[in-house]
């Protein structure tokens, strides 16, 4: 297990990945990390929806014409869904969880790669592309998807963060 700093300099989005599968302990490892990610008074908003069938990947793909390639290319991608019937902060409770399964991911040497579902169209802006997703798959009760996070082995090298170049004018102190 890679020690925290050194796996946050290491992580990079990857978006190619080889044909093997993800072994059914990190798959529950990962599902772990999303089920402990904080939420806004312990709402916990979000519910997931594992997908690996390699057919639907590649229909689902096709959910934006742009930036959604990875669904097609991954070996499992989960619907991170969340609901704003529960809480106001469903978006940020998601993206936590989001976050956390990306972590998790890359501590196990696996890749991952968050596609963006809300507020995206598919190709000429026809339909949203849940809405298209939900033509497909079995979507739970009134859950919005914020994003699909697509994960696998990597078939791609990402060069780690230079800790000289990271945009330190972001940080301010307050006068
Ligand atoms: C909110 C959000 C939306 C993103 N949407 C996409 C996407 O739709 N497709 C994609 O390939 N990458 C997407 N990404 C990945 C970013 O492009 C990537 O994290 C960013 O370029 C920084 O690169 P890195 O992750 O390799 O450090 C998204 C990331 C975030 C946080």
Redo the contacts with the bound molecule.
Sequence with gaps: MKDFHELLIS?????KYTAEAISPEDVKLIIEAALMAPSSKRSMPWEFVLIDDKDKLEILSHC?E?????LARCSLAILVLSSPAITDTWIEDA?IASSYIQLQAEALGLGS????IRG?YTKGDEISAQDYICQHIDIPGDQQIL?AITLGHKDET?KP?DLDKLSWEKVHIAK
């Design positions: 992580r990079h989005s990857i978006r934006r742009f930036g959604s390639a990875p993206s790669c968050w596609v963006q995206r994003c990402r963060f």
